[in-house]
Nanobody, 124 residues
Framework: QVQLVESGGGLVQAGDSLRLSCAAS????????MGWFRQTPGKEREFVAS????????VYVDSVKGRFTIARDNAKSTGYLQMNSLKPDDTAVYYC?????????????????WGQGTQVTVSS
């Protein structure tokens, strides 16, 4: 079992930045690839970014490329999502997740453990 706790969400204005954190406990964090997803009411949870166990490989959805950066610190068992130039369309509940594999993937069905989510609201 892996327990994940997100933090860092909040209410910001368009153009601002936020950094989300995902603290992991339980099994060894470095054994897992990690991803960030987001969800708005009435919509399916969508992929945002993913990172390999080593941190060397990352994948992003096109809509956040150049604005968001995913990272991890295995020594601290923590993952991050740095979000810059935020837009109102980025408003969502953001979830971190890990999968029992080393490569990053975008399919939410491939992830084994999920956090409870943190709300990000971007006002125009």
């Amino acid at each position: 079992q892996v327990q994940l706790v997100e933090s860092g969400g909040g209410l910001v204005q368009a153009g601002d930045s936020l950094r989300l954190s995902c603290a992991a406990s339980g099994r060894t964090f470095s054994n897992y690839a990690m991803g960030w997803f987001r969800q708005t009411p009435g919509k399916e949870r969508e992929f945002v970014a993913s990172i390999s166990w080593s941190g060397k490989t990352t994948v992003y959805v096109d809509s956040v490329k150049g604005r968001f950066t995913i990272a991890r610190d295995n020594a601290k068992s923590t993952g991050y999502l740095q979000m810059n130039s935020l837009k109102p369309d980025d408003t969502a509940v953001y979830y971190c997740a890990v999968r029992s594999g080393v490569i990053p993937v975008s399919d939410k069905g491939e992830y084994d453990y999920w956090g409870q989510g943190t709300q990000v609201t971007v006002s125009s």
